[in-house]
């Protein structure tokens, strides 16, 4: 079965996407734009999202907020910040994903990290599985694993990490922005999309951020803490969207994220 038809209920006609980014709650509890995940998800709608990555226990007890876009669901898991730093296990899977109405499936695998092969081989795995079932799947690909330092976040080992996921499968690839994103992006065959890390100290750098990164070739970008926590999530989403969509400066971005 082809998944191109999911495939694009998460990418638009012009190629590109944006997508909420909201599983946080596991790893972190409940927070800013998390404590009440339905209302986060309406507004990020209304601003112009084309897609929402989240887990299962919100996938499945908002369906009704997600049913008109597209719904990757995170496949794998980490500890609490509580808990220890072991390996990350695949909870849910395809039968999950299916059973939710989703589109794709997204899991993480951390190159030069101790859990590297156990990454990889949940990706393989997970992606092998998922195609059978015509589901996509977003490689989530982070050189020295999500708590890595700039030591780590090379352009080097972003590029080796991006064509690493596109190798084991996957339909497009997240990984983090790095100057001379362009170069990373040409490496590719597949889209290349961005992930948000941390909530930055203003919306318009990491507006600048999303702007570069579509300007050197990026599909859109997968983004969390920079749509949930901003202080009007839907004008952030809206501005976000208009940079991914229209191509907006950045100016005029801000104009749209001010409300």
């Not at 299962?56 to 609490?80: K, M, N, P, Q, V």
């Not at 050197?216 to 989403?237: C, D, H, L, V, Y």
Request: aromatic letters at 6%.
């Amino acid at each position: 079965m082809d998944n191109i038809r999911r495939i694009n209920r998460i990418f638009q006609e012009d190629g590109k996407t944006l997508v909420l980014a909201l599983e946080h709650t596991v790893i972190f509890g409940p927070g800013k734009g998390l404590d009440k995940p339905g209302e986060t998800i309406q507004k990020a709608i209304a601003g112009g999202v084309d897609a929402v990555m989240t887990s299962y226990g919100i996938a499945r007890h908002f369906s009704r907020e997600l049913s008109r876009r597209g719904l990757i669901l995170r496949a794998d898991g980490a500890a609490t910040k509580l808990g220890p730093d072991v390996p990350a296990p695949v909870w849910f899977g395809v039968q999950e994903a299916l059973r939710l109405g989703a589109d794709a499936l997204c899991i993480s695998a951390f190159p030069g990290n101790h859990k590297e092969m156990a990454t990889f081989n949940n990706l393989a795995e997970t992606t092998r599985e998922a195609h059978q079932w015509g589901l996509a799947v977003q490689a989530e690909m982070m050189p020295g694993g999500m708590g890595s330092g700039p030591e780590f976040r090379t352009k080097e080992n972003i590029a080796l990490a991006a064509r690493a996921g596109l190798e084991l499968g996957g339909d497009w690839v997240k990984i983090p922005y790095v100057d001379g994103f362009k170069d990373i992006v040409d490496t590719c065959y597949k889209p290349v999309v961005i992930m948000g890390l941390t909530k930055r100290a203003s919306t318009e750098e990491f507006l600048t951020e999303m702007k570069a990164a579509m300007d050197s070739g990026a599909a859109g970008g997968t983004i969390g803490r920079n749509i949930f926590e901003a202080e009007n999530p839907q004008a952030m989403a809206a501005a976000l969207a208009a940079i991914i969509h229209q191509g907006v400066s950045v100016s005029e971005a801000m104009k749209i994220a001010r409300g």
